[in-house]
């Protein structure tokens, strides 16, 4: 079974920062990983789709990287904005299904 | 954005009630899913449809049933309600098994009395 780490859980940086969120998973045979964005008592957002052949991939201020081998992605935001406070979902996809990490809440402070 | 409707959007029931959650596309996406989205759980995937008729099941899905009769509609029914399925429940639609995007509905919150 496929369990999907990320860290870390809860974060808050000034505005301006660059966040840097990390998601570990065990299972290294997927086929792509999703990033999502889920604002409280919404659903879920995609942000990026990085196939398992591509090392990275970026949209405006995100950049999002994939190690397939090591079982690890990272998602950066380059100078955080209010907007963005969220929690962050990483989900790598394999076996027919995605799997969740339980995310990362992210507060960025005006 | 993707065409996901999930109705209804808000519902309260009592215990050993069924329950029957809509979900509707107008993406004509082959893979439909079922998840529940729990505090410290995260999302967990019920049930899922890769074709009319074609549905299996995923790590949580005691107490639920689906059914898939059109492309566009797949409706998940929680025979005889309890506590435990208080939750927000998420359908989530893509184009292939392992390599389409994921786009998911606005959500359907239950709450089981």
């Known amino acids: 079974k496929q369990e999907v780490t990320q860290i870390p859980a809860a974060l808050s940086v000034p505005e301006g920062e660059n966040l840097v969120l990390n998601c570990s998973f065990t299972d290294s045979a997927i086929y792509n990983l999703q990033w999502f964005r889920q604002d409280p008592g919404k659903g879920l957002t995609s942000l990026l789709l990085i196939q398992s052949s591509q090392r990275e991939q970026t949209s405006g201020r995100l950049n999002a990287s994939l190690d397939k081998s090591s079982g690890r992605s990272t998602l950066y935001i380059a100078a955080s904005q209010p907007g963005d406070s969220a929690t962050y979902l990483c989900a790598p996809h394999g076996n027919n299904r995605l799997a969740f990490g339980k995310g990362n809440q992210v507060v960025v402070i005006p | ?113």
Request: charged letters at 20%; proline letters at 4%.
């Open chain 2, 1 to 113: 954005d993707a065409g996901i409707t999930q109705s209804p959007r808000h519902k309260v029931t009592e215990t050993g009630t069924p329950v029957t959650l809509r979900c509707h596309q107008t993406e004509n996406h082959r893979y439909m899913y079922w998840y529940r989205q729990d505090p410290g759980h995260g999302l967990r995937l019920i049930h899922y449809s890769y074709g009319v008729k074609d549905t299996d099941k995923g790590e949580v899905s005691d107490g639920y049933s689906v059914s898939r009769s059109k492309t566009e509609d797949f409706l998940l029914t929680l025979e005889s309600a309890t506590s435990s399925q208080t939750s927000v429940y998420f359908c989530a639609i893509s184009s292939g098994p392992n390599t389409g995007e994921l786009f998911f509905g606005e959500g359907s919150r239950l709450t089981v009395l």
